[in-house]
């Protein structure tokens, strides 16, 4: 074997122990590999310039099941981990994260150290408000658990922020612990994993089939905190963009819809509810008031797609008479 240039393999005279050399090299690489990697960038990082070289030395180690193609994506790949570590569930203590949800959601489901919780919201729902009336809810000077909640914000400036924090409560103090950074992608990176993490919210707009494998790498990251991520969502779509692959690793997830009149809050996904019922499905009607307070309109209850369809035309109904009221009063002044 020769070298062709600054140490890059070609296929001249390569023996069976050159080869083998050279799949040790590749076998070193791949354990520090994370992620999805493709041949091209392999063979760079290993400095082999020939491909028929290439593709032989990843054949082997895909026989060799260190590496497996990623799905159905040719010249794509990906790490096999074989390691296992042993639960030690006899000595685990069950214990419950301590969470106050608004509407209440927290009596519906329980939260454990590590749960991701979903947040997908349409435009105009209430998402952020009710994201924010989370935080000022946990923090330990409002009666909470919690000396410190982190919270990831993509779109808002802090002038909004400030306003949108102040509209809940306008006494600065009564945010003591609320710490907000400005973030727009790898949020595994940064979250706290014991700590109390709100993402708000997580954007991909090219490849929304990669919201799920970041949902994972937030998930992976936990130990006993926990994550609360807010997804946007096409308006009267149940799900966030990324579909059902959003709620893999959701222990909890609700969706906010905007009505035109009043929002409503369904819980879409409940892997730990309270009671003897999971009230997966169960919906309840909210207003936010002033774009800061959460008021719960209706009680927790299932709801068909008949049965709000009225409900949303009760409050057009609703609606129509209080105009009509305000435009009489009007032209008796």
């Known amino acids: 074997m020769r070298d062709s240039k600054e140490g890059e393999l070609d296929m001249i005279a390569l023996n069976d122990s050159e080869m083998t050399k050279m799949v040790a090299v590749a076998k070193k690489w791949i354990k520090r590999a994370r992620g999805q990697f493709t041949a091209p960038s392999f063979a760079k990082e290993c400095k082999i310039n020939d491909v028929q070289l290439r593709d032989n030395i990843l054949g082997e180690l895909v026989e060799g099941k260190l590496i497996e193609q990623d799905g159905s994506r040719n010249g794509v790949y990906h790490r096999i981990d074989n390691g296992l570590i042993e639960m030690d569930w006899q000595n685990a203590v069950a214990e419950e994260y301590p969470i106050l949800m608004p509407l209440n959601l927290h009596e519906q489901a329980v939260i454990s150290p590590g749960n991701v919780v979903l947040i997908a919201g349409e435009t105009n729902a209430g998402k952020t408000a009710y994201v924010l009336n989370l935080i000022h809810r946990n923090l330990n000077i409002n009666g909470g658990a919690h000396g410190e909640i982190n919270c990831f914000n993509s779109e808002m400036h802090p002038k909004e922020l400030k306003g949108r924090v102040l509209n809940i409560d306008s006494n600065v103090q009564n945010w003591t612990g609320f710490r907000a950074y400005s973030r727009s992608r790898d949020f595994h990176s940064v979250i706290n994993p014991n700590g109390f993490n709100v993402i708000d919210y997580m954007e991909n707009l090219d490849n929304f ?40 690793k959701a222990r909890l997830s609700i969706s906010l819809f905007n009505d035109n009149y009043v929002s409503y809050c369904r819980i879409t996904k409940c892997k730990m509810p309270r009671g003897t019922h999971n009230p997966q499905g169960m919906e309840r009607d909210f207003e936010v008031v002033r774009g800061a307070e959460i008021r719960g309109l209706t009680p927790w209850e299932y709801m068909n797609k008949e049965e709000r369809e009225n409900r949303t035309q009760g409050y057009e109904d609703q609606a129509k008479i209080a105009a009509a009221s305000n435009m009489s009063q009007d032209n008796f002044f």
Request: charged letters at 30%; one cysteine or more.
């Open 209 to 248: 089939w990669k919201v799920g494998e970041k949902i994972e790498q937030i998930h992976n990251t936990l130990q006993d905190g926990i994550a609360v991520i807010c997804l946007q969502k096409k308006t009267g779509e149940m799900f966030a963009r990324g579909g059902e692959f959003t709620q893999e």
